[in-house]
């Protein structure tokens, strides 16, 4: 097992997870993660991390960096690492951050 294909399967899992919490994204994300789409991946992804910092504004919002950021890694490999892990501590946090409640 290579790292790369780790650090891939890391981002897919994300991305699985976060279709589970909202399954009418689930065909849209999966359409997105084809590979001919990178055209469009990279452009959302930068506009989705660009529109987060846009917090203040009524449909922007900071959810849109994460998101943007995870779109990015799908691409750029040298966001995978950093990406993946933060990603899966954030749902760690939020996870037992709601158990406590």
Known sequence: MTQPD???R???RQFA???DQVPPSRRMVQSLLTGRLRWAR???????VVGG???IL???GLWMIPLGLLVLAVDVPFLRPLIGHTMVRMRLWWRNLRRRR
């Open 17 to 19: 997870a976060i279709t």
């Open 42 to 48: 990279i452009p959302l992804g930068l506009l989705l």
């Open 10 to 12: 890391r981002i897919a």
């Open 58 to 60: 009524p449909v922007f």
């Open 6 to 8: 780790k650090e891939q």
């Open 53 to 55: 910092f846009a917090a």
